[in-house]
């Protein structure tokens, strides 16, 4: 029982880390209707800013931490002026967008590979070690502190879309891209800020992920980003509270996976996962169906 | 008339593949063609069935597939375990059946199990067949690390080499002719319907999901006999060859060369499997040369080298007739289409694209790419 328990608590804080990642991928979506693959590889850039700020420059950690949310935000933007948005200017077909999102991805993979290796480097602590003892189950800092800070950039995310001008502003692009223009929302600008919040709430992941695992690699964005995605599918895509609560799910039911039947197979679990949610509600938990016009 | 061109493209199209067939031989037989050589030679050919199967679903149907080496890899472990433990003949005349049965093997297990994903994934609309693609791709390389029979993280050694450059040459061709049968089929147009509009092509009475459905287990078939190849030819396989990388440089192949262009692929094919053979010295950039072509090609010139239109004999006389006596000439039965330049390099020929099915018959009348075209156009001059 105190195993279960444990199990499931570690699930949650592995799936906090997933839910603010697939945040990113669920507003880009919503607003471009593009499945950002190099979301997840915002990830990494951010993780390796840790690494360069606290092990080779040596900064205090929480300057280390704001300059990390700010950059990525800043990556975050120039990515999509880059690379996205001449193609979303000209209305190209879905196809070459989503190609060219690989093509980010497979760049800043390769582009870090060569850069820093592709040996996995080990990142400093960042949340001290120790535990709190609950019911008879040990939960460490960390746990505690990535739980909370999912939870609070959750309220901040929740305010900021449904409280704030801009966040109106965003919500009327993704509704009806044609319809926002004509009541003067400039698109292109609120695409970029929808990157910058996706690319900044990835950061804040980045942060929780090293304080996890210690571990970083060129390559760890593309398992995890994709796990993500999937976690805002299974949500539902385009939903804030889909796919903080798909993050979730698929987090307990990793470490359920690897907790009691096998740890190789939790990647196929996460995918047979996704089939499923597609086979019977594709528009995920908490997403609404749409149909086709004509 | 319009079949008696088919007819003639077909058989010159023939006499060419006939023709390289030969020198191949003879400059084998001369010793010119060494074993490295040859080697390359298969490697093209592996690389050319890859990516003009990937490009019928990513080009011609316009579906985004990232996981073709994952089916490559159920291909070829498939077809090479059928040969460890089949017991056939490994050399001589039964080594040529055996293979022949072996890819059969390696390419039916790929698509059946293609057809086990496309039947949720082509369901929907969107995005979803890339996501699911890449999540099997993964799923299988991890499957295949995990199993005892693949030989797990060690490999699977011990396959006899039955691949040559005959087989290689023929598997090859008969691919391309396959594809390009299939897409001058009434089938075929109904692929490019679907890619072009959905909603109009069901209105206009395709089934869509049959045809999205087709051609996707068409493509895993042929990236299974290409696994098959591939296994035969090295002798060892091991799971990590198989990577998510891998079915990003056959999609690589199919947007350089120009999605929707079955020749184009081809050309791709062949010369970046030559190219990382010539630019060894710079191997660790090869992936970030190639992320970079993928964005840039997307961005400015979205289409690939080739964009829809195909290399032909027809366009090349075209392409003479429009040098030696101008324009208007060459002109006469080019179709153009809206929003697509010609400044393809000028001996292509334009395809239309094709807005609905309704326009099929447009297409049917003035085919560009499958007539040698001497007589209609000799005619105007």
């Known amino acids: 029982m105190t195993n279960l328990l444990a199990q499931i608590i570690n699930g949650l804080s592995v799936g906090s880390i997933y839910a603010l990642v697939a945040l990113g991928y669920s507003m880009v979506y919503g607003i471009v209707k593009l499945i950002n693959f190099a979301h997840g590889d915002i990830i990494m850039v951010a993780a390796y800013m840790m690494l360069i700020g606290m092990v080779m420059l040596g900064v205090p950690l929480w300057v280390c931490i704001l300059a990390c949310m700010v950059l990525t935000a800043v990556v975050g933007i120039l990515v999509e002026r880059l690379a996205y948005e001449r193609l979303l200017k000209k209305g190209v077909p879905?196809?070459?967008?989503?190609?060219?999102?690989?093509?980010?991805?497979?760049?800043?993979?390769?582009?870090?590979?060569?850069?820093?290796?592709?040996?996995?480097?080990?990142v400093p602590t960042i949340i001290p070690a120790g535990s709190v003892q609950v019911f008879g189950v040990s939960i460490s800092y960390t746990m505690i502190i990535t739980i909370a800070a999912m939870v609070v950039m959750m309220i901040?995310?929740?305010?900021?879309?449904?409280?704030?001008?801009?966040?109106?502003?965003?919500?009327?692009?993704?509704?009806?891209?044609?319809?926002?223009?004509?009541?003067?929302?400039?698109?292109?600008?609120?695409v970029a800020i929808t990157f910058a919040v996706g690319s900044l709430l990835a950061a804040v992941g980045a942060v929780l992920y090293c304080a996890t695992y210690k571990q970083i690699t060129p390559f760890m964005g593309s398992m995890l980003g994709l796990k993500c995605f999937v976690a805002a599918v299974l949500g539902g895509i385009g939903s804030i509270p889909g796919a903080m609560t798909g993050g979730?799910?698929?987090?307990?039911?990793?470490?359920?996976?690897?907790?009691?039947?096998?740890?190789?197979?939790?990647?196929?679990?996460?995918?047979?996962?996704?089939?499923?949610?597609?086979?019977?509600?594709?528009?995920?938990?908490?997403?609404?169906?749409?149909?086709?016009?004509? | 008339m319009n079949k008696k061109k088919k007819l003639l493209s077909y058989a010159l199209n023939f006499a060419l593949v006939l023709v390289l067939f030969l020198v191949v031989n003879v400059l084998m037989a001369a010793g010119i063609i060494n074993r490295y050589y040859g080697g390359l030679i298969m490697q093209v050919c592996i690389s050319v069935v890859l990516a003009v199967s990937l490009n019928l679903v990513t080009g011609l149907l316009g579906q985004l597939v990232l996981g073709h080496?994952?089916?490559?890899?159920?291909?070829?472990?498939?077809?090479?375990?059928?040969?460890i433990h089949s017991g056939m003949a490994t050399s001589g005349a039964g080594g040529v059946l055996t293979i022949i049965v072996a890819t059969l093997v390696g390419g039916l297990v790929a698509a059946f199990f293609s057809f086990l994903i496309?039947?949720?994934?082509?369901?929907?609309?969107?995005?979803?067949?890339?996501?699911?693609?890449?999540?099997?791709?993964?799923?299988?390389?991890?499957?295949?690390?995990?199993?005892?029979?693949?030989?797990?993280?060690?490999?699977?050694?011990?396959?006899?080499?039955?691949?040559?450059?005959?087989?290689?040459?023929?598997?090859?061709?008969?691919?391309?002719?396959?594809?390009?049968?299939?897409m001058l089929s009434r089938h075929g147009r109904a692929v490019l319907a679907v890619r072009e509009d959905e909603i109009a092509a069901e209105a206009s009475g395709i089934n869509t999901f049959r045809t999205k459905i087709v051609a996707f287990v068409i493509a895993a078939f042929f990236a299974g006999v290409a696994g098959s190849?591939?296994?035969?030819?090295?002798?060892?396989?091991?799971?990590?060859?198989?990577?998510?990388?891998?079915?990003?440089?056959?999609?690589?192949?199919?947007?350089?060369?120009?999605?929707?262009?079955?020749?184009?692929?081809t050309i791709a094919a062949v010369i970046l499997t030559l190219l990382p053979e010539l630019l060894r010295s710079v191997a660790d950039y090869r992936m970030l040369a190639y992320a970079l072509i993928l964005i840039l090609m997307m961005l400015f010139?979205?289409?690939?080298?080739?964009?829809?239109?195909?290399?032909?004999?027809?366009?090349?006389?075209?392409?003479?007739?429009?040098?030696?006596?101008?324009?208007?000439?060459?002109?006469?039965?080019v179709p153009m289409t809206a929003g697509e330049e010609l400044e393809v390099e000028a001996?292509?020929?334009?395809?239309?694209?094709?807005?609905?099915i309704l326009t099929a018959e447009v297409k049917e009348k003035d085919k560009p790419e499958a007539q040698p075209e001497n007589a209609g156009e000799g005619k105007e001059d």
């Open chain 1, 94 to 122: 879905r196809i070459s967008l989503l190609i060219t999102a690989i093509g980010v991805s497979t760049f800043l993979q390769n582009l870090y590979q060569v850069l820093f290796g592709s040996s996995a480097r080990s």
């Open chain 1, 156 to 190: 901040l995310l929740q305010l900021f879309v449904n409280r704030t001008k801009m966040g109106k502003a965003m919500r009327a692009v993704s509704e009806d891209p044609g319809a926002a223009s004509l009541m003067g929302i400039n698109r292109g600008k609120m």
């Open chain 1, 248 to 294: 979730l799910i698929m987090g307990v039911a990793e470490s359920l996976t690897k907790g009691y039947i096998s740890s190789t197979f939790a990647d196929a679990v996460v995918f047979g996962i996704l089939i499923l949610v597609l086979i019977f509600r594709p528009q995920g938990l908490m997403g609404r169906r749409v149909s086709d016009k004509v």
């Open chain 2, 69 to 83: 080496a994952g089916f490559m890899s159920l291909g070829a472990y498939a077809a090479a375990l059928f040969t």
């Open chain 2, 118 to 182: 496309g039947v949720p994934a082509l369901r929907l609309k969107g995005d979803y067949l890339a996501i699911i693609t890449l999540g099997f791709g993964e799923i299988i390389r991890v499957v295949m690390l995990n199993l005892e029979i693949t030989g797990g993280a060690r490999g699977l050694a011990g396959i006899p080499v039955l691949t040559n450059v005959n087989t290689s040459m023929i598997v090859a061709a008969l691919t391309i002719f396959i594809i390009w049968a299939y």
């Open chain 2, 229 to 265: 190849l591939y296994a035969h030819q090295i002798g060892v396989l091991s799971p990590t060859k198989f990577d998510f990388n891998y079915s990003i440089e056959i999609l690589v192949m199919v947007v350089l060369g120009g999605m929707g262009s079955i020749t184009g692929s």
């Open chain 2, 301 to 333: 010139r979205p289409g690939g080298l080739l964009g829809r239109s195909e290399l032909s004999i027809a366009g090349l006389g075209r392409f003479l007739r429009r040098k030696l006596f101008g324009r208007k000439a060459a002109a006469a039965g």
């Open chain 2, 347 to 356: 001996q292509t020929v334009q395809e239309p694209a094709i807005d609905a």
